[in-house]
């Protein structure tokens, strides 16, 4: 969404025009977060540096849901899924033909996105809420998949399968402060990706159909192509993002929280975060981490008083916090923080004619 | 095919379709009164059972209440009522004109709200000591010549089940065809305003409606939980209602009710296949069947095909 701008902000210039980083402090800011976020793992305690690592994955699987949920207006509740097709085909490409993570990562979002096409087949007869239910199925099936095809391959019932660590050469991302910069790098990537996405025709046409596919239809967009492309994008970005997940907890398997309860978790980082908005996947994804992280010390502090009480106590606040924030946000600020964060913006600079 | 397992599976498939269908009625009702798809009937399930489990002393010593099975389930049943009508007020009224995803977005944190508050109430731990008015033994035989044994084996609490379920859908349907009340439930899916002007109630339906599917949501949990226990993952069990409604026909209340049927007889025949792989599939063919409704038939068999202006 464009930002509102004061009068006689013009742009005198198509470069100046199609600019993402508008003006040059920006290009300041832009520069000092990345530079502080790239020396997290210098400054930061332990847990910052695990916690950026989740993050990002976190972020990147967000932004893909962002695409066919945010800007599209397609519920899929199968994004969970995705990423856990995302972390075998990378597990796999990388265990059994050798390929470095990186080298692997294109294929990933291929694989992927090729599977996420076939779960939005649907979506030629059938829109809505209906698609909602064509994706729960995708959260059933796939798992089931991995548990009971190619036993030797995928694990067979054991649900999971170990993940080699990623490396250049002879070096080895084999701690969570290496790591980071794999995340990192990647985040900023698939965030390029995706601001350009959305403001494109491939973009706009997103926008069309989801405001009034219709009128979209009338106006020339091909429906079931570009829903099939939302589909297409949201189902490689979640397959990288389980690709991240997975070389980072060297593990991956359908027990491991890639079920319908992570792709509602992850629908609610982009409601919390805000539809349709690139800023939302960062604000949403932080937002609801933080949440947890905050119900789990909870969980253990309240345990500790308690401590015939703690195993309920420690699993119980995670979904009522959860459940709490997502509800409130809905009635409170449906178009999450992202566009409470503009509001700020524009109160800022209204002022001091702002309330 | 393992054929002579067939006749007892195509029975229990039968059986347990309906205690499906009952709780897809459930999902149907509210959708019908005030276009909400609640994803959050499957917790609702769960809490019901779970209420049921409390009231009746299932915590052993030092429970608050020790009723007999009959006065716990009505207890569960009022109280699921009230739950109903303070999800309608609380949650779901902000939303009345919203588009649909948030509205789906609203029953999904429900349910995560709904998870939490159970496994902090009751506990995480699943309660087998769950009330029931038969045990577990106690089967009918039906003399059946070709099955397994020459005979068909059922159990009472699943056919007694059965028999709760249909009657308590009959009900309901009736409820919504023949009285006033269901009559204004039905005027008020059709346009809010129209109904509004005819002198109904909305916000009082819209209530009513979200009681009722309080109800109904406990009736069916308490007949899961009698077959297999009251435990959190009954919310889980409960998802295989979705394909059951799809199936039916989304705005279809006897629909629910067949579809429910149809998923318990797929699910119970791919388990009566000779080949381990088909049988695995059990948990996971209502899905299949859910992807293929939706591409040939997406208003399902019994349901209104729409017609969308702009």
Request: hydrophobic fraction near 55%.
């Given at each position: 969404m464009a930002a509102i701008r004061p009068a006689g902000d013009f742009d005198r210039s198509y470069e100046q025009d199609k600019a993402i980083v508008r003006q040059n402090w920006q290009w300041v800011v832009l520069t000092l977060a990345i530079v502080v976020t790239a020396t997290v793992p210098l400054w930061g305690s332990a847990y910052l540096t695990t916690t950026f690592n989740r993050l990002a994955y976190t972020v990147i699987a967000v932004q893909g849901l962002n695409i066919v949920t945010g800007y599209t207006g397609q519920i899929s509740l199968g994004q969970a899924a995705f990423m856990l097709v995302g972390g075998y085909i990378s597990a796999l490409l990388v265990t059994h033909l050798g390929l470095s993570m990186f080298l692997a990562l294109p294929l990933v979002a291929l694989g992927t996105g090729l599977v996420g096409l076939i779960f939005g087949l649907p979506s030629l007869r059938v829109k809505g809420f209906y698609l909602a239910m064509a994706t729960l199925a995708a959260q059933f099936i796939i798992p089931w998949l991995t548990r009971h095809t190619f036993?030797?391959?995928?694990?067979?019932?054991?649900?999971?399968?170990?993940?080699?660590?990623?490396?250049?050469?002879?070096f080895l991302f084999n701690s969570a402060t290496r790591y980071f910069y794999i995340s990192l790098a990647l985040v900023i990537i698939t965030t390029v990706l995706t601001a350009n996405i959305t403001r494109t025709r491939l973009g706009r046409a997103f926008v069309a159909v989801r405001d009034n596919d219709l009128a979209a239809e009338l106006l020339g967009v091909n429906l079931f192509g570009y829903k099939l492309r939302a589909f297409f994008i949201a189902a490689a970005l979640a397959g990288v993002a389980g690709a991240m997940r997975a070389h980072s907890q060297r593990v991956v398997g359908t027990e491991l929280g890639y079920g319908l309860n992570e792709s509602i978790i992850l629908l609610g980082m982009l409601v919390i975060g805000g539809l349709g908005s690139n800023l939302g996947p960062f604000l949403g994804a932080a937002a609801v981490i933080f949440l947890e992280d905050l119900a789990n010390v909870v969980g253990q502090e309240l345990g500790l008083l308690f401590p015939d009480q703690s195993a309920r106590l420690l699993t119980s606040f995670r979904p009522i916090f959860f459940g709490l924030a997502l509800m409130l946000f809905l009635i409170f600020e449906p178009r999450g923080l992202a566009h409470r964060w503009r509001l700020i913006k524009a109160s800022w600079r209204l002022r001091p004619f702002s309330r | 095919m393992n054929w002579p397992l067939v006749p007892q599976q195509i029975m229990t498939g039968i059986l347990n379709g309906g205690i499906i269908g009952l709780i897809a009625l459930g999902i149907v009702l509210i959708f019908k009164a005030s276009e909400v798809f609640n994803f959050a009937h499957g917790h609702m399930v769960m809490v019901g059972a779970f209420l049921t489990w409390w009231f009746s002393g299932g915590g052993g010593e030092g429970s608050l209440f020790n009723l007999p099975f009959w006065a716990a389930l009505l207890a569960a049943l009022v109280v699921s009522a009230v739950i109903g009508l303070l999800i309608e007020r609380l949650a779901l009224r902000?939303?009345?004109?919203?588009?649909?995803?948030?509205?789906?977005?609203?029953?999904?944190?429900?349910?995560?709200?709904?998870?939490?508050?159970?496994?902090?109430?009751?506990?995480?731990?699943?309660?087998?000591?769950?009330?029931?008015?038969?045990?577990?033994?106690?089967?009918?035989?039906?003399?059946?010549?070709?099955?397994?044994?020459?005979?068909?084996?059922?159990?009472?609490?699943?056919?007694?089940?059965?028999?709760?379920?249909?009657?308590?859908?009959?009900?309901?349907?009736?409820?919504?065809?023949?009285?006033?009340?269901?009559?204004?439930?039905?005027?008020?899916?059709?346009?809010?305003?129209?109904?509004?002007?005819?002198?109904?109630?909305?916000?009082?339906?819209?209530?009513?409606?979200?009681?009722?599917?309080?109800?109904?949501?406990?009736?069916?949990?308490?007949?899961?939980?009698?077959?297999?226990?009251?435990?959190?993952?009954?919310?889980?069990?409960?998802?295989?209602?979705?394909?059951?409604?799809?199936?039916?026909?989304?705005?279809?209340?006897?629909?629910?009710?067949?579809?429910?049927?149809?998923?318990?007889?797929?699910?119970?025949?791919?388990?009566?296949s000779s080949a381990i792989e088909v049988r695995n599939s059990a948990e996971i063919a209502p899905y299949v069947l859910l992807l293929i409704v939706l591409v040939i038939r997406p208003e399902g068999l019994f349901g209104r095909k729409r017609i969308e202006r702009v």
């Open positions: 036993t030797d391959y995928l694990g067979g019932s054991s649900g999971r399968i170990a993940v080699p660590v990623p490396a250049i050469g002879e | 902000p939303m009345t004109g919203q588009p649909l995803l948030a509205i789906i977005l609203m029953t999904l944190g429900l349910s995560q709200l709904l998870e939490g508050l159970a496994s902090i109430f009751f506990g995480v731990q699943p309660k087998s000591n769950f009330p029931a008015p038969f045990s577990a033994g106690e089967v009918f035989r039906f003399p059946f010549p070709g099955a397994f044994n020459d005979t068909i084996i059922l159990k009472k609490t699943l056919v007694a089940a059965f028999i709760v379920a249909i009657v308590a859908a009959v009900v309901f349907i009736l409820l919504f065809q023949r009285t006033r009340i269901g009559l204004a439930m039905r005027a008020t899916s059709e346009n809010h305003e129209v109904a509004r002007s005819l002198g109904i109630r909305v916000s009082e339906v819209f209530g009513l409606s979200w009681a009722v599917a309080g109800i109904v949501a406990t009736l069916g949990g308490v007949l899961l939980a009698t077959l297999t226990g009251a435990s959190l993952s009954l919310s889980t069990v409960v998802l295989i209602a979705f394909p059951a409604i799809l199936l039916g026909g989304l705005d279809s209340l006897p629909g629910a009710i067949v579809g429910g049927i149809v998923v318990g007889l797929v699910q119970a025949l791919v388990q009566a």
